[in-house]
């Protein structure tokens, strides 16, 4: 995924080459000329709004990642980050990132990356981290992104220049005994929610949508009041008029006068 927003220019292609196992992930991250400022390429797995949930072991027992991997080029703006993680004040930040110190230019060599490298304030601008996990507890992995991933990235971000990254493979190290290579796949919906929970354009998306499919179901609701409303008043109309019905009970004796005479025990007042 290239920088897509303000006129970005950068580009890159991947390619995973089956015979050896290695992903090569190659191009230029360039000068976003409206921001006069370096933008940013990806090699991901999961993430993207829509997309089958990736597939990840539980590492929340472990405390680092392994990385086997080279580069061609030397270029220094290379990092990694997983999970969904999106910190307080953030915006289109998410993910807990790290940046990559590789090996010689053209050398296969082991990269190891503590948990505690990682932080989920970082700068969605430049992609360097804002406030350290070390720093601040709050900022570090937590276990439920430990436990079910969902995405991880390969990142050339945050300085111009030529990319060009072969990944061998991806581990993670200093596990307890109980942990187990079994993949966790999230559900969709659970993906989903964190998906949009993460990027505010996706929410902005989201709560627009809401809004949107609110506002056409009332829409329809009065609409259809109002047809039933008018239904109900044209039966009433082609309805026959029917007379109305009245008493025909008269007394037998009517009573032409009422005399209310004192009877002997009344008291008659003075």
């Not at 354009?201 to 039933?228: D, E, H, Q």
């Not at 239904?231 to 004796?253: H, L």
Request: with cysteine; aromatic share 12%.
């Amino acid at each position: 995924m290239n920088d897509p927003v303000m006129g970005g220019q950068s580009y890159s292609e991947l390619e995973i080459d089956a015979v050896h196992g290695i992903a090569k992930f190659t191009g230029k991250c360039a000068i976003v000329p409206s921001l006069q400022a370096p933008g940013f390429i990806t090699m991901e797995t999961g993430g993207q709004f829509g997309e089958k949930p990736a597939r990840f072991p539980d590492i929340s027992t472990c405390s680092a990642f392994r990385f086997e991997l080279k580069t061609n080029t030397d270029y220094g703006g290379y990092r990694f980050s997983f999970g969904k993680a999106h910190a307080k004040g953030g915006r289109f930040a998410y993910g807990y990132k790290a940046p990559l110190l590789l090996p010689p230019v053209g050398n296969f060599g082991s990269v190891v990356v503590p948990f505690t490298s990682f932080s989920d304030k970082w700068n969605d601008a430049t992609g360097d981290i804002e406030i350290e996990c070390a720093d601040d507890p709050t900022y570090c992995p937590s276990q439920q992104w430990l436990q079910t991933m969902e995405t991880m990235s390969f990142w050339g971000e945050g300085l111009e220049g030529m990319i060009d990254l072969e990944v061998k493979s991806i581990s993670a190290i200093g596990c307890g005994d109980n942990a187990s290579d079994n993949f966790v796949t999230p559900s969709m919906i659970t993906s989903t929610i964190h998906t949009i929970g993460s990027n505010p354009f996706y929410l902005a998306a989201g709560v627009t949508m809401a809004v949107l499919v609110c506002i056409f179901g009332t829409f329809c609701y009065c609409c259809c009041c109002r047809g039933r409303g008018r239904c109900s008043r044209s039966k009433a109309m082609q309805e026959p008029i029917r007379p109305t019905i009245t008493s025909t009970y008269q007394d037998s004796e009517p009573i032409d006068e009422f005399n209310d005479e004192l009877e002997g025990k009344d008291i008659e007042s003075s």
